[in-house]
């Protein structure tokens, strides 16, 4: 059995949480992770905190003893089985709580207004579920710094003077982009449409984190989006946008360090090398973006680690100021059209390379002596496999297959 944590309870608290895992199947439970428990006040002996993660199976509800645990700080039941479970109002009554998450439950239906009492939260997890409708609640979370609520049916408007669902407009308002705490917000994988309102102004944002990818916005989001100045990571993956992306909308984002812009359909000229784009940039998604041309515009990111351009229909070279790139470590350059020779430079910093399913032709390049993992199938090397291979120390994944190599494997 699970054990009381870091001090003893209370006789009536060890009780309630007794009484909570009699009202579920615990058969699934991990005993071995040893996360999961309940810790008590040092002083008062109450429960202030509850992690039962991928452990219940059974329906959740509303005279649970879990809603008599009214000191809770901490509650997480993430990962569980609550078949057909609504997401019920008492949780609103734990007023207490500053983290919760709810994430992996199976819950259905819509967010209570009752979780507007949680005043105290700072984090807030109820990803993959099957929530629907809009969020009520959220103004009033004034101390909440984490929202995720990706992977549901979220639609239609987040309208702070309209409480009530509206599957038409489908706009998120700016009280929620500007909520005074919120750094972290998660929004990818619903049904949400149309585009934001423009916040006040763009400090008033503390926004660091937003995704929104596996959505159907238009291209009008970009505009507030820009205004979002303290943005760090950047997720607008799977927007499903008519037209296509012009990334000048990035150019006042001058802190962003992490963009994933894979599966949208990006404007030519956008790759230029006279784009605007944040030099703070080291993490770049541009699978599937129907890229036809080498980016000119990677030049100027000296920051760049890691890139992805999978999935597109590149031709030609890969130039060899890409393999100068200073921080360069991680490449993905796999399933597009490139030809001629790979050139990479032996003194590159990449240390991850994936070559696969392209054109290439010619010897097999002598790779980063950084190299650990080289993946280059699916092409028309050909000649003896290199020596050199053999010197690097690093190397811990080499695949080399369908290709055109002749004489033997050195040994």
């Known amino acids: 059995d699970l054990v009381p944590g870091l001090v003893a309870c209370r006789t009536r608290q060890s009780q309630a949480f007794k009484l909570l895992k009699n009202e579920f199947d615990t058969r699934g439970c991990n005993h071995s992770y040893n996360s999961n428990g309940v810790w008590c006040d040092n002083s008062t002996g109450a429960v202030t905190k509850l992690q039962l993660r991928s452990c219940l199976s059974g329906t959740l509800k509303p005279n649970s003893s879990l809603f008599t645990l009214h000191q809770l700080r901490y ?4 990962g569980n089985n609550f078949t057909s479970s609504p997401l019920l109002s008492d949780f609103g009554n734990l007023k207490k709580l500053e983290v919760l998450s709810l994430s992996s439950n199976g819950f259905i239906g819509e967010v209570p207004s009752s979780f507007s009492n949680l005043s105290q939260l700072s984090y807030l997890g109820l990803s993959h579920n099957e929530l629907t ?17 990706s992977n549901n049916h979220f639609s239609g408007t987040l309208n702070p003077n309209k409480l009530a669902y509206n599957h038409f407009t489908g706009t998120i308002p700016s009280s929620l982009l500007t909520m005074p705490s919120l750094e972290y917000l998660d929004l990818r994988g619903n049904n949400l449409a149309g585009s934001f309102e423009v916040p006040n102004s763009s400090n008033s944002s503390r926004l660091q984190v937003m995704f929104l990818g596996d959505n159907h916005f238009e291209g009008k989001i970009l505009e507030p989006i820009s205004k979002l100045t303290n943005l760090i990571r950047l997720d607008l993956s799977s927007l499903n946008t008519s037209s296509p992306i012009d ?12 963009l994933d812009l894979s599966n949208n359909n990006i404007s030519p000229a956008s790759f230029t090398s006279d784009a ?17 041309e080498f980016p ?31 921080r360069l470590s991680s490449v993905d ?45 699916g092409n028309g090397f050909k000649g003896n496999i290199p020596l050199s291979l053999c010197s690097r120390n690093s190397l811990m994944v080499l695949d080399l297959s369908d290709n055109k190599f002749t004489g033997s494997v050195p040994s």
Not at 133 to 149: A, H, N, V
């Open 75 to 78: 509650l997480d039941l993430s």
């Open 133 to 149: 409708g809009s969020f009520p609640f959220l103004r009033t979370l004034s101390m909440l710094s984490y929202l995720d609520l």
């Open 247 to 258: 990334l000048t909308f990035l150019s006042s984002l001058k802190s962003l360090f992490s």
């Open 276 to 292: 605007s784009i944040p030099l703070s940039i080291g993490f770049m998604l541009l699978s599937r973006c129907n890229i036809t």
């Open 296 to 326: 000119n515009i990677l030049k100027t990111l000296q920051d760049l680690q890691h890139i992805d351009l999978s999935n597109n229909g590149i031709k030609g070279k890969v130039p060899a100021w890409f393999w100068e790139l200073p």
């Open 333 to 377: 350059l796999s399933n597009n059209s490139f030809n001629g020779s790979a050139e990479v430079l032996i003194n590159s910093s990449v240390q991850i390379l994936i070559l696969a399913t392209n054109s290439f032709k010619g010897a097999l390049p002598d790779l980063p002596l950084s190299i650990v993992s080289f993946s280059a199938w």
